[in-house]
């Protein structure tokens, strides 16, 4: 299993909203959003606040499991 980092609310959101993933927010509600792909990606809810730090596994399963990138594709993004 390869070393994830931990970041920040906000960094995961903008690696989640940049290509090839391109999630866009289509709901929304305090820190809670309701994400979409137009490229074919699982919705996801993501409901981080932007300062908090986000472990390292959670990161992992966000983009390893929940989005369904190999660990390879998802560490490229980071």
Same mark, same amino acid.
Request: no cysteine.
């Given at each position: 299993?390869?070393?994830?980092? +931990?970041?920040? !609310?906000?960094?995961? *959101? =903008?690696?989640?909203?940049?290509?090839?993933l391109s999630y866009a927010i289509v709901?929304?509600?305090?820190?809670?959003?309701?994400?979409? +792909?137009?490229? !074919?990606?699982?919705? *996801? =809810?993501?409901?981080?606040?932007d300062n908090h730090d986000i472990a390292?596994?959670?990161?992992?399963?966000?983009?390893?499991?929940?989005?369904?990138?190999?660990?390879?594709?998802? *560490?490229?993004?980071?």
């Open positions: 299993m390869a070393n994830f980092p +931990s970041m920040k !609310g906000a960094q995961l *959101l =903008r690696i989640l909203r940049r290509e090839p709901q929304s509600s305090g820190s809670h959003r309701k994400m979409e +792909s137009p490229n !074919g990606y699982p919705p *996801l =809810r993501f409901s981080f606040h390292p596994g959670l990161v992992r399963e966000i983009l390893v499991k929940a989005v369904g990138l190999t660990e390879i594709e998802a *560490l490229a993004l980071i």
